[in-house]
């Protein structure tokens, strides 16, 4: 079993949608986790981290949930330049364990 | 200018070839890391470098060896290439002092083995 298991996708959504990733990890020691995001064919890059309490930035929500270890993102009024693949990122034993990624196409 | 650089960022080399990637940062990071990411199987740590004089073995060291010849270079070596190290390589860069979880990638080097 994956440390850190996502959908792979790929998610269809219109412009303006809210679209929502779940992840699961399965190392219940896990303490941080994150969103990185990857458009395509480029480098992965942070977007936000993921608090007990949930984070929110602008139209993205980060939320996490230890008791059923999952991890959600959610992307509220979507637009275009959202399409990428979302990466969910624990952090484990001096590294970070990636997920193989959610893809995300938003069209007109 | 980018902060973490790669190169070559396109390679194509033959079975048993050896073959070094480097990388260089700007940004003073004393951390630093070589992962490879394949189509269904995501980012995985091949070896990781806390300063110059560490070296740690990630999850897929095997078939490759690392030199941290200063704190903004760290260069990774297949000594006999094969065909299954096909694949994107990144390189990435972090900061002690902020945490671990932030990591500054490189625009990546797309290697071939045929």
């Known amino acids: 079993r994956k440390e850190v298991e996502q959908d792979p996708g790929p998610f269809n959504v219109p412009e303006g949608a809210t679209v929502a990733f779940n992840c699961t990890y399965s190392?219940?020691?896990?303490?941080?986790f994150f969103w990185y995001r990857q458009d395509c064919r480029k480098e992965p890059k942070l977007l936000m981290s993921?608090?007990?309490s949930g984070n929110e930035d602008g139209r993205f929500t980060a939320q996490l949930n230890r008791a059923s270890q999952y991890i959600s993102l959610l992307i509220r009024d979507s637009k275009l330049s959202d399409s990428a693949t979302y990466l969910c990122?624990?952090?484990?034993?001096?590294?970070?364990?990636f997920g193989t990624g959610t893809r995300l196409l938003v069209s007109p | 200018d980018a902060d973490v650089t790669q190169t070559p960022r396109n390679r194509i080399t033959k079975t048993g070839k050896r073959i070094m990637l480097e990388c260089s940062q700007t940004k003073g990071h004393d951390r630093m890391y070589w992962y490879r990411q394949d189509p269904g199987l995501g980012l995985q740590l091949i070896y990781y470098?806390?300063?110059?004089?560490?070296?740690n073995k990630g999850e897929i060291s095997d078939g490759y060896s690392v030199s941290r010849q200063a704190q903004a270079k760290f260069s990774l070596s297949l000594e006999s290439a094969i065909p299954n190290q096909t694949a994107l390589y990144f390189c990435?860069?972090?900061?002690?002092?902020?945490?671990?979880?932030?990591?500054?990638f490189g625009p990546g080097t797309r290697l071939t083995v045929l």
């Open positions: 190392n219940s020691a896990s303490q941080s």
């Open positions: 990122v624990a952090l484990g034993f001096q590294k970070l364990v």
């Open positions: 470098s806390f300063d110059v004089k560490d070296i």
């Open positions: 993921v608090y007990s």
């Open positions: 990435a860069t972090s900061d002690s002092g902020q945490g671990m979880h932030e990591q500054f």
